[in-house]
């Protein structure tokens, strides 16, 4: 209960000290939200033009400034936001950032069909950080089947489900975390099967 006293409190001082916090709801603009990003935890952000938030949050993680307020926050939260849209312009943004903040861009990488997000998740298998392993395969785990028409895609995303096959083999012979390797065994039959499914939409 205290915690969602404080929280509230924080979003009525957020609507009543940050300019464009309150206007945001129909106000699509870099300004009202970012503010937004300051309090991701209570942020809503239907109430911007789904149309033009994908390029907002992308200016946003791009070209916020370092020395900005709340600024890794408000970057790590556009990323967040970013993934929710599903658009497509999120996977080259989110493979461009995974190095700085790796646990969000590897969990919504692993929303996309694409070889480009598969291949980017595959590199962290073997990351000296244990959660980053660990998110790697549940993202992994969690790949969605292809659904597009394009043969090429189709392809490229099978071979790059083939190399993650492999490398989950590798790494499971190495884990000592058997928490992770149990999260390897769940990714490596979740891919096996969308391996079969998904190379049905190359024939």
Same mark, same amino acid.
């Given at each position: 209960?205290?915690?969602?006293? %404080?929280?509230? %409190? ?15 709801? #129909?106000?699509?603009?870099?300004? &009202?939200?970012? /503010? ?50 599903? /658009? ?24 996309? !069909? ?7 998740? *595959?590199?962290?298998? /073997? ?18 089947? %292809? ?10 995303? *099978?071979? &790059? ?5 492999? #490398?989950?083999?590798?790494?499971? /012979? ?23 499914? &998904? !190379?049905?939409?190359?024939?």
């Amino acid at each position: 209960m205290r915690q969602i006293i %404080f929280a509230t %409190f924080a979003v009525i001082i957020l609507m009543l000290f940050l300019p464009g916090a309150v206007s945001a709801c #129909g106000d699509t603009n870099k300004e &009202s939200v970012r /503010n937004m990003l300051i309090v991701p935890d209570n942020a809503d952000f239907t109430v911007f033009d789904p149309a033009l938030l994908p390029d907002i949050l992308i200016d946003i993680i791009e070209n916020d400034p370092p020395d900005a307020p709340y600024h890794e926050r408000v970057v790590d939260s556009a990323l967040k936001a970013l993934g929710q849209t599903h /658009n497509e312009k999120a996977i080259d943004i989110l493979v461009a950032k995974i190095e700085d903040y790796p646990l969000t861009c590897i969990f919504w990488l692993g929303t996309f !069909a694409t070889s480009d997000a598969v291949n980017a998740i *595959v590199e962290y298998l /073997n990351n000296d950080d244990a959660s980053i392993r660990i998110e790697s395969a549940d993202a992994l785990s969690k790949l969605p089947q %292809f659904e597009g028409t394009d043969k090429d895609e189709a392809k490229a995303y *099978v071979d &790059s489900i083939l190399i993650a096959l492999t #490398g989950i083999a590798k790494r499971i /012979n190495v884990e000592d975390d058997e928490r992770i390797k149990d999260s390897l065994y769940e990714a490596w039959a979740h891919l096996a099967g969308l391996t079969l499914m &998904s !190379a049905n939409d190359v024939e």
